[in-house]
């Protein structure tokens, strides 16, 4: 049983910048991916990155690729998302997720926050 909470959702102008925090326990983070999804109204749930917590690669959908950034701290047990140039079609509840082996599929992960409403508007 582990619990992910999330914060840093807000309303943000296009093209402006938010951070999203994910802090879990270190066994979460040093046995398992760590991933950031997303969700808009009425549209399944979408990939957007993912941080292997050792070794600390990490990987992108392709509409995020060069703006959105992940990384960890393992001093705090937290895992971020920064999101950068943003757009209105960004705008979805952001959910972090966590599994021992994850990809881009939710299915492979076991563990789950709460989720963190991002709103990209003028």
């Known amino acids: 049983q582990v619990q992910l909470v999330e914060s840093g959702g807000g309303l943000v102008q296009p093209g402006g910048s938010l951070r999203l925090s994910c802090a879990a326990s270190?066994?979460?983070?040093?046995?398992?991916?760590m991933a950031w999804f997303r969700q808009a109204p009425g549209k399944e749930r979408e990939f957007v990155g993912s941080?292997?917590?050792?070794?600390?690669?990490?990987r992108y959908a392709d509409s995020v690729k060069g703006r959105f950034t992940i990384s960890r701290d393992s001093t705090k047990n937290t895992v971020y998302l920064q999101m950068g140039s943003l757009k209105p079609e960004d705008t979805a509840v952001y959910y972090c997720?966590?599994?021992?082996?994850?990809?881009?599929?939710?299915?492979?992960?076991?563990?789950w926050g709460q989720g963190t409403q991002v709103t990209v508007s003028s």
């Open positions: 941080i292997n917590w050792i070794g600390g690669w990490t």
């Open positions: 270190r066994r979460t983070f040093s046995s398992n991916v």
């Open positions: 997720a966590a599994g021992p082996g994850g990809g881009a599929s939710s299915d492979t992960y076991n563990y």
